[in-house]
Every structure is written in structure tokens, then in C-alpha cells.
């Protein structure tokens, strides 16, 4: 594969401070995820574009902000019922799906670009349709908007738009919605099903109707501590930290992990994850090199990343990273982005499925969930590593109603199609395949779904490679 020429690559990587983070970064822009939602406000937004043909959902409703009479919290929950079919009755369940709006980013970028995500979420329920897959008594109604994926109160404005006007059922959520999810499930009680990992504290503040993809911070910190014992990166070596405060329940434990371990941690430097970038950037560079830290544990946003490289590289300060799928490191477009350098070579866990293309593995779920979209859309998806932010994209949505559909089965099974219902099916639906992500399953006790974890590798010609196959968590306990 050929590679960018040093001058454009500079270029991306200028814009790579100033927009990855917008593009990745799980905690940005005030978006604390270990923070209380404020209280959401109705607003006027503009309803969404309508969706390119062909469709498959009903126009959603206006969207002219919250009335006096609309309904909110349980109420909201009331499924529609259809016209009969063949099969019966069918109740029509309404399905918000809140995604970032990265528009501006690809102007300057088309790699930053992440397609259409309705049509992609419009591609999956055809096929459900097609292919029988709808349970009997159930069918769905996609209302999507989208959102700045720095502007907590757009997010905020989203959750309201959902959950009163809009009145639906359960929500699935993009990228870096975390403070819209929280909304939803403390304020209106709506069941979410996110993309992001989060505080244990925060799964407690929305039970039980916040649900994540990814594994919780506690959870994935304890692994990835773990998985950089098991690499042997860190034996013998001073250790280095750079975190972000929404982490700090999954420092602390990942701490007394390298403690019991012997392993000598010098230097360690918390941020707060919000806005573009962080005055500690250079700050925690100069103590990683005063303590001579010879092992870097990036648990930073995109940006800050981009800086840290940046500012090391300055100063001829090349110090081995392990690094994990946090903030989007592990997608393609970061990784391609940062000074090869500082960054070639790097090791990293990672809870996805990025890297089995070029790690010659098995993608056959992956390219069924493609192949669907390009049938439904009329259009190629370009399959050649690194992973576009629209090949991630498109697997990221697959996996989200994937979650769904388990769901949806469950809750019909049983009877009982209520918001309470599909929490139930949630927690007793087994393992889920994914194909973007790691299997997993939630319990009563567990509202984060990925169990698994490997290790991938960046290798500055071409991409992200996996290495290993995927391995089980540790159990906390």
C-alpha cells in the first residue's frame, strides 16, 4: 500500500490536533462522563435530512420541541400498534438512533468522513425484514438525529428531542454520546444501548436502562493492566501515565495491579479530557523524560495524544506506548496520524475487530454486514487497510442492532414488549455476535457487553495488524 507524502501527512497530522478529538475522543468538549447529566431542555432543532432512497422507515414525526401534553418517562413507552399482517398484529416500536455529525470534518478530510449512519442503520432493518428476522408481534420505526460531538448541550437537545417528542422506545447511540445516553436513562427512564464503556458509577446512576457496547472503565483499565504485564513491555522498565479523569476508577484499580506486580510507575498525570487538546499535554512530557520514564501509557483523548507524540518527537523522546481502543486510538485514522517515530511498532489492546483484514483472519461477519450495506445502498465500501472511518462506521452500526435484535427477541419470547421487557431480554440474552467488536453478554449486574480482548499492532507502512486471537477479560469480581 503506498503511503501519504510527508507534506500531506503533516497536514493531517495539524488537523489531527485540532479534529481527531473531535472524530474520537470518548471524553471531550465538557463531555465528563462521570458527571450528572443537566437537565435537558427542549429544543427547536431541525429534523434530519431525509434519508437517501431506497427507505425503509416512515418519516419521523416534527420536530417543532416539546408540547405541554408530550409524554415523557413511561408513558413514552407505549408501543404503536400496526396494520395486521399474515402473521398477526404487529406493535411498532420506535427506535431512535443518535449519531455524530462529522460533516464539517470531512470537508477538510474525506478520512474523517464516516458515511451516512442512516442509511446504514436503514440497510440492517431492511435485511432484518427481508430475511424473517423480526420477531413475530414486533415490527420498528428508525427516528434518527444527529449531533456536535462537542456540544454536551446539543447531545442534551438530542435526549429530549428522543424522549418527548419524539417519543421513543429505546435509543442506540454513535460515538461520544455518553452525556445524551445519560439523559435518557436517568431522566426518562428510556432503555440506551451505547457505544462507549463508562464509570461504574455511571452504570449505577442509569440502571437499568443504560447499556453500553463496549466494557466499563474499571473493566477495561484492570485488562489492559494486565494484558501490558502479559506483553513483558514492563518488566524491569520505569513506567509512565497520562490519564483523563472519567478513567480514574480504572486507574486506581490498574495501579494496585502494577503494584502487586513490582512494577516501578514514576510518573503519573491526570487531566480532564475536556476541549480540544490539555494544557498538561507538554507538563506530562517533561515528567515522563525528568523520571526518565521508559514505558508511556497514553489514556488520553485524540488530540492530546497528537500532542504528546508531537511534543516527545521535539525533544528526541522516544519511549515505548502500549496503548488501548480509549478515545478511538486504535482506529486507523488516529493511528495514521501520529509521528511514525514516536508511533511505529506499537502494541495495543483492543476490545475491536480492527486489524483481521490485515492479520490475514476470518472476516466473514464483517463482510456479510458490508455486503448488506452495499446491496441496500447501491455503493462499494473500500475494504483496503487502514479501516476507513466509514468501514468502522458501518460495522459499529451492524453491531449496535445487533444488541437491539437480541433484545427485541428476547422481549418477545417472553410476552412482555415494554421498556422493562427488553432490559430483562438484554440481561438474559447470552453471548452476541458482533462484527466489528468482541463478543460478549450483559447480566443483571453487568450493563457492558464486550468480554474480550487481543492484542493488534501498528505498523506505520500499512495499518493496524491483529496478532492474537481474542482472549477473555478478568473476572473483578
Known amino acids: 500500500m503506498q503511503r501519504r507524502g510527508s507534506e500531506q501527512r503533516g497536514v493531517l497530522r495539524v488537523a489531527a490536533g485540532l479534529l481527531v478529538l473531535a472524530l474520537v475522543a470518548v471524553a471531550c468538549g465538557g463531555d465528563d462522563d462521570d458527571a450528572a447529566a443537566p437537565e435537558p431542555t427542549p429544543t427547536d432543532e431541525p429534523a434530519a435530512e431525509e434519508s437517501p432512497e431506497p427507505t425503509v422507515a416512515p418519516e419521523t414525526g416534527d420536530d417543532d420541541g416539546a408540547t405541554d401534553d408530550a409524554a415523557t418517562g ?13 402473521d398477526g398484529p404487529r406493535e411498532v416500536l420506535r427506535i431512535g438512533y443518535a449519531y455524530p455529525d462529522l460533516s464539517a470534518f470531512a470537508v477538510l478530510n474525506e478520512e474523517f468522513s464516516i458515511g451516512d449512519p ?8 431492511d435485511q432484518w425484514r427481508r430475511d424473517g428476522l423480526l420477531p413475530p408481534g414486533i415490527d420498528v420505526e428508525l427516528v434518527f438525529a444527529s449531533y456536535n460531538i462537542l456540544d454536551s448541550n446539543e447531545k442534551l437537545g438530542v435526549c429530549t428531542r428522543f424522549a418527548q417528542d419524539e417519543e421513543v422506545f429505546a435509543v442506540v447511540s454513535g460515538l461520544n454520546y455518553t452525556v445524551g445516553s445519560e439523559c435518557l436513562a436517568t431522566r ?23 447499556f453500553t457496547l ?27 501515565i497520562y490519564f483523563e479523569t472519567p478513567l480514574k476508577e480504572g486507574v486506581e484499580a ?64 522516544r519511549p515505548v506506548y502500549l496503548d488501548l481502543d480509549y478515545a478511538e486510538h486504535t482506529s486507523g485514522i488516529a493511528a495514521d496520524t501520529n509521528p511514525d517515530e514516536q508511533y511505529d511498532g506499537t502494541l495495543a ?31 462499494d465500501v473500500v475494504r483496503d487497510p487502514p479501516e476507513s472511518g466509514e468501514y468502522a462506521s458501518i460495522l459499529r452500526t451492524c453491531d449496535l442492532f445487533a444488541i ?11 410476552g412482555d414488549i415494554s421498556r422493562e421487557g427488553l432490559v430483562a431480554a438484554l440481561e438474559n440474552a447470552g453471548e452476541i455476535e458482533l462484527v466489528g467488536s468482541a463478543n460478549g453478554s450483559f447480566s443483571a449486574e453487568d450493563h457492558s457487553l464486550v468480554d474480550n480482548y487481543r492484542t493488534i499492532q501498528w505498523d506505520a507502512s500499512c495499518c493496524w495488524r491483529a496478532l492474537t486471537d481474542f482472549a477473555p477479560m478478568p473476572d473483578l469480581g
Not at 188 to 210: H, K, M
Not at 298 to 315: C, K, M, R, T, W
Not at 367 to 372: D, I, V
Not at 404 to 414: D, F, K, Q, T, V
Open 74 to 86: 413511561d408513558e413514552a413507552a407505549e408501543p404503536t400498534p400496526s396494520e395486521p399482517t399474515p
Open 214 to 240: 463496549r466494557t466499563d472503565y474499571e473493566r477495561q483499565l484492570a485488562s489492559y493492566g494486565q494484558w501490558a504485564l502479559d506483553t513483558g513491555e514492563l518488566d524491569g522498565k520505569r513506567v509512565g
Open 254 to 317: 490498574m495501579l494496585e495491579l502494577f503494584d502487586a506486580a513490582g512494577i516501578e510507575v514514576v510518573s503519573v498525570t491526570e487531566t480532564s479530557g475536556e476541549g480540544i487538546g490539555s494544557p498538561e499535554d507538554p507538563v506530562a512530557v517533561r515528567r515522563f523524560i525528568e523520571a526518565d520514564a521508559e514505558v508511556v501509557l497514553p489514556l488520553i483523548g485524540g488530540s492530546s495524544a497528537v500532542n504528546v507524540y508531537s511534543a516527545a518527537e521535539d525533544q528526541n523522546y
Open 404 to 414: 437491539l435484535l437480541a433484545g427485541l427477541e428476547g422481549m418477545a419470547a417472553s
Open 349 to 379: 489492546m483492543t476490545m475491536t475487530r480492527v486489524g483481521e483484514r490485515a492479520g490475514g483472519m476470518d472476516v466473514t461477519g464483517a463482510e456479510a454486514c458490508l455486503t448488506n450495506y452495499e446491496r441496500f445502498a447501491g455503493e
Open 188 to 210: 426518562f427512564s428510556t432503555p440506551v444501548i451505547d457505544t462507549e464503556g463508562a464509570p461504574p458509577s455511571l452504570y449505577q446512576r442509569g440502571a437499568p436502562w443504560f
Open 118 to 125: 442512516e442509511l446504514q442503520a436503514q440497510a440492517v432493518v
